[in-house]
């Protein structure tokens, strides 16, 4: 971010009465000087901006205040307050491990920037459909107590005829004014490699306009994208994010601890896992989790809550066969 961008934050912020965001933006230029090479000066700004951390300490909790989009930005993003957290997910170990990272550095960001360290915030998470993604873009938002914002891609790409460069900016512009987790899902859709779509010609400026926007940005903001088809994707992206995060099908103990996790309330105890369990292979996270709200809900209307082995499997089954039409 330019010094002027840097300068119109702060006011936005001070004029808002936002303390948070006003020192983080004030952190920003710390960093900024730092990468500068102005070390003294990076030095300075830090220390003040601890100063004034230690006299809010009470404030440091609460979350960033969630301002919703207006004039064109609106059509463009959607804003909201996440509850999830990463403790709502059933990850992989090592899935698991990637996502607690993101959000230690995240946290813990002054410690980096203070030996010139930038902390991860530019991932593209890539996997099937109903596998996660969505859901750890809401669980990085909700761990670090700031807003979602998801993209709107139909708006964007209308919007974006012959304005392509202006309308990108606007939301870069934002991730610069309110911190928050900026998510664009179904990446492919302005991603994919140049000289392959009928619409190159738009969609080539698009590509490029989001490779130089990213490049640039220095924000605190998380920048999150997600695509189903990552073989679709301009190989310059990839360079461009801090991350890479692969998500797979869930194996056999991701399924079982899914299922029984979404059936915790309920009497599972004449199921037999092994069976449920290669019933539903090749089902996603998210295929798994309405299988179970599926048997779960009949349970309720029969006015029990015993899960039978009959409507577990058949909940399964229905999803198998929506799966594959």
Known sequence: ????????????????????????????????????????????????VDEARQRNVKRT?????LAQPKGDLAALVSATYSETRLTSMVLPPQLEERLKRVIAEQRQQHKLLEKGLTPRRKLLLIGPPGSGKTMTASALAGELNIPLFTVVFDSLIT?????????????????????????????????????????????????????????????????VAATNHPELLDPALFRRFDDVVRYDLPDTTVATSILQSRLSLFDTGEIDWKKIIEKSTGLSQGELTRAADEAAKKAVLSDHMRI?????????????FASRH
């Open 1 to 48: 971010m330019t010094a002027a961008k840097h300068l119109i934050a702060l006011l936005r912020s001070h004029i808002e009465g936002d303390d948070d965001q006003f020192l983080s933006v004030a952190m920003q230029v710390a960093a900024h000087e730092a990468r500068q090479g102005h070390g003294k000066l990076a030095t300075q700004l830090k220390e003040l």
């Open 61 to 65: 909790n609460r979350p960033v205040p």
């Open 159 to 223: 919007k974006f005829m012959g304005e392509t460069a202006s309308k990108l900016r606007l939301v870069f512009d934002a991730m610069s004014s309110t911190r928050g987790v900026y998510f664009f899902d179904e990446f492919d859709a302005i991603g994919a490699r140049r000289g392959e779509r009928n619409d190159v010609g738009e969609i080539r400026r698009v590509l490029n306009s989001f490779l130089q926007f990213l490049e640039n940005d220095e924000s605190d903001s998380l920048i």
């Open 308 to 320: 039978s082995q009959s409507d577990l499997s058949a909940s399964i089954e229905e999803r198998q």
